[in-house]
């Protein structure tokens, strides 16, 4: 994972939206277009990205694909911020 790609891939609204969508499971890339007023086009680039980062898994069924988030990667970096921040796992909340 690299972390530069995971910070810009999260730097675009809509890029954090499309996740946000993602949360409650698996859609095709017409379902996740279908929710902003933006071309197939720069959905697809926007999903790209995303899958570059590792945030998103891509799984082609017939003639759909279908994308589903990749919750390691948000736990990869939750670890990360949580011992930049000096907490570890024994710390009390």
Known sequence: MSFANTFK????????EI?????SGRMSAGEI??????TGA????HLNILKKADLVWEAKEKNY???????SVVDEILLWLK???????????
Request: net charge negative; charged share 25%; hydrophobic share 30%.
């Open 42 to 45: 720069t959905i697809s680039y």
């Open 9 to 16: 891939a999260l730097s675009d609204p809509v890029r954090r």
């Open 65 to 71: 694909v279908y994308y589903e988030l990749n919750t």
């Open 33 to 38: 277009g279908s929710h902003f007023d933006m």
């Open 83 to 93: 011992n930049l921040k000096g907490e570890s796992d024994n710390d009390p909340k």
């Open 19 to 23: 996740l946000q969508l993602l949360k």
